[in-house]
């Protein structure tokens, strides 16, 4: 299984970024899928996931503010990323989950998003 990550950057508190993450050896669709991130210093932690029936959860901090969606033809999924706030500021990774325990079984590369003030 391979998860190639892209679309961070770098973005003006208050912007807009979307991530995408395509999947190789697997398929999304069948799979929780998740994002996660790590900031500096920090532990990652768990921001989005989706559901194979499509259901959607997120951490509180980006509740409201991001969304996760995927596309199964595109065998991609994808984090919409709005009101950005410093604090946002992670590499961002791209995660396929263990069915029966959520847990991380497969990591993407990662991508860097940078918000500045």
């Known amino acids: 299984v391979q998860l190639q990550a892209s679309g961070g950057g770098s973005v003006q508190a208050g912007g807009s970024l979307r991530l995408s993450c395509t999947a190789s050896?697997?398929?999304?669709?069948?799979?929780?899928m998740a994002w996660y991130r790590q900031a500096p210093g920090n532990q990652r932690e768990w921001v989005a996931r989706i559901a194979p029936g499509g259901s959607t959860d997120y951490a509180d901090s980006v509740k409201g503010r991001f969304t996760i969606s995927r596309d199964n033809a595109k065998n991609t999924v994808y984090l919409q990323m709005n009101s950005l706030k410093l604090e946002d500021t992670a590499v961002y990774y791209c995660v396929v989950m263990k069915s029966s325990t959520l847990l991380p079984s497969y990591w993407g590369q990662g991508t860097l998003v940078t918000v500045s003030s």
């Open positions: 050896g697997t398929r999304v669709s069948v799979n929780h």
